[in-house]
């Protein structure tokens, strides 16, 4: 088990990371920030600025070209491929198009994490009813993804990602597909979790949801670059 | 384990119809040719061995003294001076009658089974012929005492190895045991081929479910469990299949075999050891079709993050 960051040392820290998809050009330069346990980022941008790109070096699917990344106190560049599982069981990914297994129920695609880490049948049911309750789908659980709407696959794939209490929560696009009332309890729900001590990523376009997170903080993504309009990004961070 | 274990929930990650239909298929004829490939190389080398052995310690003395009478006094001799030596298992005079009636059937002769009212092979100046059968392995002792026995009991005669005569058919069927072995390998090769691009395919269509396992933590042996508990219940009902219907027809074979009493063809058969083997190669074709595919899903899967 890998110990978590030690006190008041940063969850993340990129620095001087770059990112290149084969021979072409850099889709990220010079990525340097550090994210604090239990804090909540957004992150913004233009399409085609590097979003999620920069989602998938956090959530473990892509190593950079160049730079540094530490995640949970650990070098994650020159990780050992085989330690990878341990550290993605401690993230929850809401993906943009959401990637649910379609021949799985909406129950099976939310209790997936749990299973995948060896909890019980008994241990995990009640937390998949809850959570099935929570985003409204309690009477939907055995309906399979291609018969629910985006707006429900989304809410499922979101329960998928927070299921099993992860520190690191990373969405990407969360609240793209649902109506205003469902974006604001899935935003509470992220709040919550990070209440509780997680530490949340957000990517959205849409400006509206920052202001409704209190202390949430904002990195903006330009040409692959990244700005600090919130001071989000300084090191030791600003408090103020 | 053979079949890897993997819990119900996790078997749901995988929809319910087979990874490839043909796979099965493809599986069960390469079964049944391997099988009846393996039948056919056991029952040659045993066919090869049977007469290696049966000829390898006999040898026939062709007396050809002019003398009829004298012809005949010195087999009697040879037979009784060769069945009292100790390197002898067994001597005997080979009757009139019964060359007469080896002959007749090449002469077409019409007179009885003994060809005995023949004038033709009446008239024929016949050997007298003294089969020796030799005891133990070792053939060149035994044959220097022999030579020696017949120059003092039938001088001029001739000592003809069966061995001489009938290897070269051993030679010719122990080569055909060695072309069933290589067709078994070849096929074996054909099965595990056949498996690694099932595996491929598999994760290949599967390849979104692998990634998301993946983002949520699974293991590369979690999820390639999945995939080769299925490509081996599925080469398993193949195996069966195939391993059934040659099992059908190497039966109805025995069964017509089961009728020929003589010659070359009798020699031919599966043999306990023979038929252990045919049974544990369906078993050991599961095995290795579940540690390729999982040699093979394990190599890919290291190829993604």
């Known amino acids: 088990m890998t110990p978590p960051p030690r006190p008041g040392g940063a969850m993340v820290e990129f620095n001087g990371v770059g990112l290149r998809y084969g021979p072409d050009a850099e889709v990220l330069s010079d990525i340097s920030f550090n994210l604090q346990p239990g804090s909540f980022y957004f992150l913004t941008g233009a399409s085609g600025a590097g979003k999620t790109s920069l989602l998938k070096m956090l959530y473990l699917a892509q190593r950079p070209s160049r730079g540094l990344i530490r995640l949970f106190g650990e070098d994650l560049v020159t990780m050992p491929r085989h330690r990878l599982p341990g550290f993605r069981r401690r993230i929850g990914v809401v993906f943009q198009d959401f990637r649910l297994i379609p021949h799985l129920s909406a129950r099976d695609n939310i209790a997936l994490p749990l299973r995948i880490a060896g909890v019980g049948e008994e241990d995990l049911a009640g937390p998949v009813g809850e959570m099935l309750s929570w985003i409204g789908l309690g009477e939907r659980a055995e309906a399979f993804p291609p018969t629910l709407s985006g707006g429900e696959q989304q809410r499922v794939a979101i329960a998928r990602a927070v299921i099993a209490r992860p520190q690191l929560l990373v969405a990407d696009e969360p609240t793209g597909n649902v109506d205003p009332e469902m974006a604001g309890r899935l935003l509470g729900l992220f709040e919550a979790l990070n209440r509780l001590g997680t530490t949340v990523v957000v990517a959205t376009h849409d400006i509206h949801l920052i202001s409704r997170i209190e202390n949430a903080q904002m990195m903006r993504l330009e040409k692959g670059r990244l700005s600090d309009p919130t001071g989000a990004l300084r090191y030791p961070p600003n408090r103020s | 384990m053979i079949i890897p274990r993997v819990p119900v929930q996790h078997r749901r990650l995988l929809p319910d119809r087979r990874l490839s239909g043909p796979t099965p ?281």
């Not at chain 2, 100790?86 to 080896?102: D, I, K």
């Not at chain 2, 390998?185 to 692998?210: D, E, N, P, W």
């Not at chain 2, 219940?233 to 027809?249: C, F, K, Q, R, W």
């Not at chain 2, 043999?271 to 093979?296: D, N, S, V």
Request: proline share 4%; glycine share 8%; aromatic share 4%.
């Open chain 2, 25 to 305: 298929w493809v599986i069960a004829i390469l079964m049944l040719l391997t099988l009846l490939a393996a039948a056919a190389g056991v029952g040659l080398a045993r066919s090869a061995n049977a007469i290696g052995a049966a000829i390898a310690g006999r040898v026939t003395v062709q007396i050809v003294t002019a003398n009829p009478v004298t012809r005949a006094e010195q087999a009697a001799a040879l037979r009784r001076a060769a069945a009292g030596q100790p390197f002898v298992r067994s001597a005997r005079a080979v009757e009139p009658a019964e060359l007469r009636a080896t002959l007749g059937q090449w002469f077409g002769s019409t007179e009885g089974t003994d060809g005995g009212g023949d004038p033709v092979l009446n008239a024929l100046p016949l050997p007298a012929l003294v089969d020796i059968d030799f005891v133990g392995e070792d053939r060149a002792a035994p044959m220097r005492q022999l030579r020696a026995l017949v120059a003092r009991e039938a001088p001029g005669a001739r000592i003809i190895p069966h061995a001489e005569w009938l290897e070269p058919v051993a030679r010719l069927i122990r080569s055909l045991a060695w072309v069933a072995g290589a067709l078994v390998l070849l096929m074996t090769a054909a099965s595990a081929a056949v498996v690694i691009m099932t595996a491929r395919a598999a994760l290949g269509t599967h390849y979104a479910t692998i990634e998301m396992l993946h983002m949520i933590g699974a293991t590369d042996r979690q999820i390639a469990r999945l995939f080769q508990r299925r490509i081996a219940i599925d080469t398993a009902y193949g195996i069966a299949l195939g391993s059934a219907v040659a099992a059908a027809i190497l039966l109805l074979i025995g069964w017509e075999w089961s009728g020929v009493t003589a010659g070359l063809a009798a020699t031919a058969s599966l043999g306990p050891w023979g038929w252990a083997l045919l049974l544990a190669l369906p078993l050991l074709a599961i095995a290795l079709a579940a540690l390729t595919a999982r040699q093979t899903l394990l190599a890919a899967l290291q190829k993604i993050l």
